[in-house]
């Protein structure tokens, strides 16, 4: 009797932190909560940018001012960052290391913010809407370039060229959206300033003709300067922070020749250096494409398999469960899919709002937690819920690490188990896990779930004559598998269960 062989899993990411509810000493909070973490069964932390933002205290961290500032420099009205001081995130990242946990650490390379002084240069008008086109004049699409006044100038005095004496100006960037001295700043959604001798970069993502731009001052990736300040960065920031892997923040508007030099530049320094792009599109072929550009550089999130989990849990029973995974990164790239529910993006109040419902996270952390296809990346929010506003009205995320523990359990208990799926109905799905130990079955566990109509699946569990409970305790019935191993398993509307063995379902309820 032949036995393939399970392939290994990736361990799973758990995001520190979304836009509301981070605590302003959250450096302090990872030193605390790293060791119970590692005890779940987390792999890694992906913690949010560490450098001095435009806002100094009071910002999130993705408009960088200074990435050699880690909360160090008295630099935009306070020393520390958001998240806390420099020491703080050093000694954060040691203790999540002594617990057994890696970092990753999110870098925002695309623009800068906050600049010190403004710079006259030489600019031409851009269409908004289709970037390679100058800007409407009142009879075509043509414009001449006219001096403006724009924020430029990054000279880090708070610094004083500790670390780098490397500075900003015009000439490093392709362009901004607002001219200080030549338009309101309601005006500055309607156009971009393309700096003269300069064009977007190309070989990014073709929304809008040509999506090099997003905001603030726009770093120009053709410029050799800066490809080699944000090469010497990195390696101070590995050399002096010690992380394991980068989130790399809105990659679709970085050159992407350039974000595959930049990753094999640092594994010069760490060959298992972690890398995983955030490249927002729901068209898995986009998502392919830049795989393939990149040469599989850069793992990416599975953007494509979060909308599929959103519309499962919002269409009212009327998605087609067989199809779940279609279209999605885990499907066609799963060793480069970082599988994820939701993250700060995708939560209310962000700019792409799009929170799986409640009813069907189980279901959406069982997709990802409990199968043997790409990284999972667990979010805060989902994991210790939390409460805040959005547009005046007040918002509760529920907590879901009950089951998320659970499922990091199981997915540790069964980690060497064969997978086989039973994806083959419009509501209700499931799949196996088998575990071999030579030849014999060691155990085996059942997932089954409905977006819409109760009923049951029959499937092949390998083990005769066992006796199977729901360790979910949504289904409170033993189901006996029949002398050839196969178990037919109930499952209520909208409802999912998770089915093990009774001796494990012992086992773990003692725990």
């Not at 792999?43 to 910002?59: R, T």
């Not at 001798?197 to 300067?225: I, K, M, P, R």
């Not at 409802?495 to 009774?502: A, N, R, T």
Request: charge should be negative.
């Amino acid at each position: 009797m032949k036995i393939d062989t399970a392939p290994k899993l990736a361990g799973v990411i758990l995001q520190m932190h979304d836009w509301q509810t981070t605590p302003q000493n959250l450096w302090n909070e990872v030193s605390l909560q790293s060791p119970s973490l590692a005890q779940s069964g987390f792999e890694a932390l992906y913690l949010p940018p560490a450098s001095k933002a435009m806002d100094g205290a009071n910002d999130v961290g993705y408009q960088p001012y200074d990435l050699y500032d880690l909360g160090e420099f008295d630099q935009k009205n306070s020393i520390g960052t958001k998240y806390g001081t420099k020491d703080e995130y050093i000694n954060a990242i040691s203790n999540a290391h002594s617990a057994g946990l890696k970092v990753y650490a999110d870098i925002v390379f695309n623009h800068r913010a906050g600049a010190d002084s403004t710079e006259i240069v030489s600019a031409i008008k851009k269409d908004w809407g289709w970037r390679d086109q100058d800007a409407w004049n009142g009879q075509s699409h043509s414009q001449t370039p006219v001096d403006i006044e724009v924020w430029t100038k990054f000279d880090f005095e708070g610094r004083n060229g500790k670390y780098s004496q490397f500075t900003f100006n015009a000439s490093h960037f392709d362009g901004v959206n607002y001219a200080h001295n030549y338009e309101p700043a309601t005006e500055r959604t309607w156009y971009l300033w393309q700096f003269e001798d300069h064009t977007w970069d190309n070989s990014v993502d073709g929304e809008n003709g040509n999506y090099d731009y997003l905001l603030h001052a726009d770093l120009d990736f053709d410029n050799e300067q800066v490809k080699q300040e944000l090469k010497t960065w990195g390696e101070w920031f590995l050399k002096n922070t010690q992380v394991d892997g980068f989130r790399l923040d809105a990659v679709k508007h970085i050159k992407f020749e350039y974000v595959e030099e930049w990753i094999t530049a640092m594994r010069e320094l760490d060959s298992d250096l972690f890398a995983v792009g955030e490249y927002w599109h729901g068209d898995v072929n986009v998502l392919n494409n830049y795989i393939d550009k990149t040469h599989g550089t850069v793992s990416l999130f599975d953007v494509a398999l979060h909308y599929r989990l959103r519309d499962a849990s919002s269409w009212n029973g009327y998605f087609d469960m067989s199809k779940i995974f279609d279209g999605s990164l885990v499907q066609s790239h799963p060793n480069n899919a970082v599988t994820f529910v939701d993250n700060h993006d995708t939560q209310d109040c962000s700019s792409l709002e799009s929170p799986v419902l409640q009813w069907f996270k189980t279901h959406a952390h069982a997709l990802i937690l409990l199968r043997g296809e790409g990284k999972p990346m667990v979010f805060s929010l989902d994991y210790y819920g939390g409460e805040y506003d959005c547009n005046g009205q007040h918002r509760s995320w529920k907590s879901n690490k009950i089951q998320v523990d659970l499922f990091l359990l199981l997915r540790q208990i069964f980690r060497k188990a064969i997978q086989t799926d039973y994806l083959d109905h419009e509501d209700i799905i499931g799949w196996t896990k088998v575990e071999y130990k030579n030849k014999w079955i060691k155990r085996s566990m059942s997932v089954v779930m409905t977006d819409r109509y109760g009923g049951e699946k029959t499937m092949d569990m390998k083990m005769p004559n066992q006796e199977f409970v729901d360790i979910l305790g949504n289904h409170n019935v033993i189901v006996t598998s029949d002398a050839t191993g196969i178990a037919t398993f109930p499952v209520n509307g909208g409802s999912i269960g998770v089915w093990v063995e009774k001796n494990t379902f012992d086992k773990l309820t003692r725990q």
